[in-house]
């Protein structure tokens, strides 16, 4: 094995490049990536809440302030791809739900990423995109097992 210092550079290089490469044009459909990202993490919880998430659950689920979670509602509000409506149970909060636009903004953000993901398995071939899901997995397993030792912040 190479010297641990060398390995730890070569890894952090190659996750920078990796990090830098934009394989999906951005802005995509005229989404930002946080903003593609709030549609996926809607999507799947209101699979559990059809009536709707807080800006506080939303908030606190994805670890970003409550004021940068509304902008970013506000900006899918003008776009026509959440809607947001008083709780009814407490009339000071407020649910958000997707529209039938953002369901149709998914599916097409999710046709594009298979394309591109098929695209990728084909240039790796089977063997390599084998190797790659099982260590994209162990990677996934040694942060969650870090993540369930680490202190807990205040």
Known sequence: MKHKAELVAQLLEADRRHRQTKPIPQPLLGLRPNEIGLL???SHHLKSAPGGLTV??????LS??????????N???????????ADS??????RVTLTEKAHGTLKTLQGMLAEQTSGLVEYL???????LIRLLNKIS??????????????
């Open 40 to 42: 996926y993490f809607l």
């Open 56 to 61: 506080s659950y939303i908030s606190s689920k």
């Open 64 to 73: 970003v302030t409550r004021s940068a979670i509304t902008q970013l509602i």
């Open 75 to 85: 900006r899918l509000e003008r776009l026509g791809l959440i809607n947001r409506q």
């Open 89 to 94: 149970a407490d009339r000071r909060h407020v």
């Open 125 to 131: 071939g089977e063997n390599d995109t084998k190797e």
């Open 141 to 154: 397993d040694y942060y969650a097992i870090i993540g369930s030792h680490a202190p807990e912040t205040k």
